[in-house]
């Protein structure tokens, strides 16, 4: 049995994890790298990057390594990742072998591009009642989150028997919005990540789907004072329309690689 992490990173230095491996997604359209592991060899989508972000990588695991039923996976940022050490993480998972590590369910705002929620809604539709109506439990018409349901981040620890079960539904899913979406080509980079977006909330639909054991866990930065201030924000109640947010956010806020 290995115990294994993958670490999705852009030219960054990734934080250190026991069993971590960086990969570098999005190798297809970019020429600086740090790590020597590509996500565009072999079977990849390293090229559909900008609409899946981080998820070429995890593409690039499923379609190109050899994982036993009882190896154990993760799949994490190179600035965040799930806080749990290897011994706990392999402890829970040897009790609970369908099991998913992932992170505490919270809340999420709606996605604002109506057309595409009606995409992923109408392919959920499409693949049946119960999947349809697992998605309406946990997120409405514009797929924001009725309650803390949202298990984000594309971030996970689990067997590779769960790992190929649920990449293989998660990209068919994705594929057939890529479909029905396409190109966004007037898009900012961010918004254009649908595929991403949309991941982070299927994670929960097939859980609950599902019905699988399930740990949450708190997210870990490699910013040591980004937890700190988020505490601070939160416990003041500052205003998110104030100009001390704004200043805050701008000053210690998360700064994502997808924004170039």
Known sequence: MSYTIYISTFNKKVLRIKGGIPIEVGAAIRSNFIYELYDNTGNNISYENKYYGELTGLYWIWKN???ADDDIIGFCHYNKALHISKHKACSWLKNNKNGMI???PCKIRNHPVPDE?????????????????TWNKLYDNEAAARKESCRGGNMFITTGAVFRDYCTWLFDILSEMRKIVGDRPNADANMR??????GERLLSVYIEYNRLPVKGVNVRYKE???S????VINKLNVNKDSRLYSFLKQKFGYKSLYNR
């Open 65 to 67: 390594v050899n994982i």
């Open 193 to 198: 990540r649908y595929c991403a977006f949309m």
């Open 228 to 231: 700190s201030t988020r505490f």
């Open 102 to 104: 992932t992170l505490k």
């Open 224 to 226: 040591w004072w980004l």
């Open 117 to 133: 929620v009606q995409a992923i809604m109408a392919i959920l539709h499409k693949k049946g009642q119960d999947l349809y109506t």
